[in-house]
């Protein structure tokens, strides 16, 4: 049965750490026995998953398989297994198993005594959770998973936390995670009373008032959109991704955020008859994140950072295509349904694999020349050539370029939003404005990527590290070889996806009105998949042949220097940095960028060395909460004369404290009405 293989997962992750820690600290066993035994955890859980995705496990379009067990106060609870939730299981075990075969090599338990154990546990517990609240059936079981993934997240982004940024960058994330988890609590208290129960299962129309649902809808759009990194919810996200240690900040970007879209796909179907507006707002948010995201990546220096926008810019499209198929249960249009849930579940697997590979290769770049700093790095092809093919493509996947996988997602995308053409009205004016936004996200996405691989892997080494920087271990390397091969299948054969997609479609669209006698359209037929397919070969084709024509005449000319103005001996100085390369785009977006700019003094006729330094601040954290935390500190500086550190003023507060609660529980009511009746 799938779900116990699931079950068996789960608790194979969860224990995965617990080995380590009977072992000495310098042991490298107890790192290779957590490895192992989240490699088995990967192994059962995809089989699973992909058991349900393929039919074999037996499910009908739409089915479950359940179990329930018992849950103290409220009720039993149950978990339960379908092909949407199959789906996003299988980027959870995949990077659960390639994450720790990489830190293998990138996080080694006899160079990291004071942490590696700590690591591995909530590596394992972190896995564990995901899965939980993916299966989870009713509100509690879900709000489980949903919490041991956020505390373990927090503990895994803190794994340096002798480092102040680690700790600044933690204590970020958990009040963000946990003002999502009272927006939870709020989201499913309300459901409770709407509905008599706990159980996540889809109601009829009519049992919930227009009012309930659309506050139903808030609630999850808040709770879900934080977990997801949906601007201007993203505050948390770039310090987090920056600060974690590079196979962490590959799962919080390709899997922790994508349960916040679980989240808000399982939830919103759920509820009947969602009205228009819904899809507007989240295409709406969506295509503001997916254009400030990458506009805000363009502004950083910092490679990791520089990734976490883009990981900003990636979740506003996957809200763009769930907007779409929103605005297309409202509309009727089964087409846009299947086109827009089609995009954004495959650019959910998409996004977790090629992102997953970026900081992979982040963090290779950072293992060898001990620095994230763009302008110091250079080079760097020529010392890690795996590591620079790498990359490239995870870059090429992330613009949204053919022949890799974010072209196929992305095209869902496109597809949806132009049939929304034939529509006259504000539902599809709301949605035409899509494509453009999408298309300039996919614009500054190759300029930002072509800034950063120029910066890093061409030239010149800026520093002494980046000259000597080597290349990884082999553990590091297969765990990115896996999911480059990963981007180039589904790029290259996207038709062996529809029945996986059409498989992960069928619980979302069971519930869909369709006119008597008619069936939502199968994704084949909405995609000319083999033709892409074929295209995409012929480019790879094509392709070689240019670049096996070019090496040979490379081989057989004859080299000799360029004209250098002059120059007699070029040096790293002389090359673009990446703060020049980007400088006229941050400075036509600069109204919203406000970039802080350094510039050097010279003064006298031998003038010292001097640097230009340029800085973005994050949109809502250091222009709108930080600002807003000290006004409010300033507000209440009064309050502190009554923290003296005196154990009698402590004293003397909690007797007083006591004396109102006793007197709350005088019945003064009865008393005067007594008193009066006399």
């Not at 299981?89 to 075969?101: E, H, I, R």
């Not at 069971?510 to 998949?529: D, I, K, Q, Y």
């Not at 070969?537 to 103005?565: F, H, K, M, P």
Request: proline share 5%; glycine share 12%.
């Amino acid at each position: 049965m799938a779900l116990n293989l699931i079950l068996i997962a789960i608790a194979l992750a969860a224990g995965s750490g617990l080995p380590g820690l009977a072992l000495p600290r310098a042991s490298l066993a107890g790192q290779r026995i957590a490895a192992g035994l989240m490699c088995l955890a990967a192994l059962a859980g995809l089989a699973g998953a992909l058991a349900v995705l393929t039919g074999l496990a037996g499910l009908a379009a739409g089915g479950l398989q359940a179990a329930a067990f018992p849950w103290p106060a409220m009720g039993n609870g149950f978990v339960g297994l379908d092909a949407l939730s199959a789906f996003f299981l299988v980027p959870v075990f995949l990077m659960g198993a390639l994450g720790s075969l990489y830190g293998l090599g990138y996080w080694p338990q006899d160079r990291h005594r004071r942490n590696a154990r700590k690591l591995q546990l909530f590596w394992g517990l972190l896995v564990a959770g995901m899965a939980l609240l993916v299966v989870g059936r009713q509100a509690m079981v879900f709000l489980l998973g949903w919490e041991v993934m956020a505390l373990t997240a927090f503990l895994l982004v803190t794994t340096e936390d002798h480092r102040e940024e680690s700790r600044r960058a933690g204590f970020i994330y958990l009040f963000a995670t946990h003002l999502g988890t009272l927006a939870l609590f709020a989201l499913f208290a309300l459901w409770r009373w709407g509905t008599g129960s706990y159980a996540l299962t889809p109601v009829s129309a009519g049992i919930l008032g227009p009012g309930l649902q659309s506050a139903l809808f808030l609630l999850a759009l808040v709770s879900f959109g934080l977990k997801a990194g949906m601007m201007p919810l993203h505050f948390w996200l770039p310090g987090a991704h920056a600060n974690a240690p590079s196979h962490v900040s590959a799962m919080l970007s390709g899997v922790v955020l994508k349960m916040g879209i679980y989240g808000l796909v399982r939830f919103l179907w759920l509820l009947p008859d969602p009205p228009g507006f819904w899809g507007g707002l989240i295409l709406t948010l969506g295509a503001a994140s997916g254009l400030l995201g990458v506009v805000f990546a363009i502004g950083q220096h910092d490679l990791k950072r520089l990734l976490a926008y883009h990981s900003v810019e990636n979740i506003g499209i996957i809200l763009m295509g769930l907007g779409l198929a929103l605005l297309g249960r409202t509309a009727g249009r089964p087409d846009w349904v299947v086109l827009g849930l089609a995009g954004c579940l495959l650019h959910v697997w998409n996004h977790s694999f090629f992102k997953s590979l970026l900081f992979f290769c982040a963090g290779s770049v950072d293992h060898a020349a001990h620095t994230r700093q763009l302008d110091q790095l250079g080079g760097l092809s020529k010392t890690m050539p795996w590591t620079a093919l790498m990359f490239l493509v995870g870059a090429v996947a992330i613009c949204g370029l053919p022949p890799l996988n974010g072209f196929v997602s992305e095209l869902f995308v496109y597809l949806g939003l132009f049939r929304t053409v034939t529509l006259a009205g504000e539902v599809a004016t709301a949605a035409m404005l899509g494509v453009p936004v999408l298309a300039m996200i996919g614009a500054l996405a190759v300029a930002c990527f072509v800034k950063v691989y120029g910066a890093a892997f061409l030239g010149e080494p800026r520093t002494p590290a980046a000259a000597k920087a080597h290349e990884s271990p082999l553990s590091m390397r297969a765990a990115m070889a896996v999911l480059a091969l990963l981007c180039a299948l589904i790029g290259l054969a996207p038709v062996l996806l529809v029945p996986l997609l059409d498989t992960a479609l069928a619980p979302l669209l069971a519930g869909l009105a369709l006119e008597p006698g008619t069936a939502a359209p199968g994704l084949g037929s909405l995609v000319p998949l083999g033709t892409i397919g074929v295209l995409a070969l012929a480019l790879v084709a094509a392709t070689a042949l240019l670049g096996l024509a070019a090496w040979r005449r490379a081989g057989s000319s004859r080299r000799a220097g360029t004209w250098d103005c002059g120059y007699a001996e070029p040096t790293s100085r002389m090359q673009y940095t990446a703060s020049s390369f980007a400088q006229m785009i941050v400075v036509m977006f600069g109204w919203v960028l406000r970039p802080h700019v350094q510039e050097p003094r010279v003064e006298g006729l031998f003038p010292l060395p001097a640097k230009t330094h340029s800085h973005v601040d994050e949109v809502v954290l250091d222009r709108m909460l930080v600002p807003l935390g000290r006004r409010v500190e300033r507000w209440f500086a009064w309050f502190h004369q009554f923290q003296q550190g005196l154990t009698q003023h402590y004293v003397l507060y909690i007797l007083i404290a006591v004396v109102l609660l006793l007197g709350s529980l005088i019945p003064v009511d009865g008393n005067l009405a007594h008193l009066f009746v006399r």
